[in-house]
Structures are given as C-alpha cells and as structure tokens.
C-alpha cells in the first residue's frame, strides 16, 4: 500500500524559509503525479505544487509562484517543498498526494489533463497525514 509521510513543518517568521518533506513508500511505478496541498482553518484545501514526472511538468499555484519549489530525491523516495519568503498566509496544514494510476487516467491528452486536475484535491487518492507550517 502507498504511505506518505510528511515533515519539516513548524513556526517561522514572516520571511523565513522551510522545507517540508514527504517520504514516499509502496509506490511501484516509475511515472507519477505527486502534489502538495495546504488548508487553512475554515478553508478548502489548495492545491501549492504538483508535477507529473512522465512529463516533468510541475505546476504552481499563484500565490506560491517564485517563492515556492518542488524537488525530489528519487534515492530516497522522497518529495519536498522549499518553501522561501514565507508570509502569514502561508500558514496552514500541508499536505502530500499522489494519484497512483497516474499514465493511465492522464490518457492521451497529458497534457490538457495534468492542467486540468494538477490543483484538483479529488484528483489524489493517495495522502500524508500533514505537517503543519505556521508563518507570524
């Protein structure tokens, strides 16, 4: 079975930086879509970064963009989030996902799709158990 396991989550200063971890394990195939998402009390879930590695096109939700960046370390299985220049309203619960069948339900149109669903919380069926980033 697919576990994430995320970490790296703390308190920061407005400006500050993190890196949040998330260790993969019992994924069998070599292309996937991995995302990171956060959610704020009261809100819904937002999907931050994605990237769908048989592409290697990695998304960015605005809000994020130049300060924000995914990585990976395929040794280790693991995913992370650099996470630069934080602001308060950086401040929730993060998440990893995965959507294990990835090749198959991104189909032929990849590309369309990947766009289409990258930031799409339903679209994960696979998720850590959190870490929580908060920025004053």
């Known amino acids: 079975d697919v576990q994430l396991v995320e970490s790296g989550g703390g308190s920061e200063q407005a400006g500050g930086s993190l890196r949040l971890s998330c260790a993969v394990s019992?994924?069998?195939?070599?292309?996937?879509?991995m995302g990171w998402f956060r959610q704020a009390p009261g809100k819904e879930r937002e999907g931050v970064a994605a990237?769908?590695?048989?592409?290697?096109?990695?998304y960015y939700a605005d809000s994020v963009k130049g300060r924000f960046t995914y990585s990976q370390d395929n040794d280790k299985n693991t995913l992370y989030l650099q996470m630069n220049s934080l602001k308060p309203e950086d401040t929730a619960m993060y998440y990893c996902?995965?959507?294990?069948?990835?090749?198959?339900?991104?189909?032929?149109?990849?590309?369309?799709?990947?766009?289409?669903?990258?930031?799409?919380?339903?679209?994960?069926?696979?998720w850590g158990q959190g870490t929580q980033v908060t920025v004053s």
């Open positions: 996902a995965v959507h294990y069948l990835c090749d198959r339900d991104l189909g032929p149109w990849v590309d369309e799709v990947w766009a289409n669903n990258w930031s799409r919380a339903t679209w994960y069926d696979h």
């Open positions: 019992g994924y069998t195939y070599s292309t996937y879509c």
């Open positions: 990237i769908y590695t048989g592409g290697g096109v990695t």
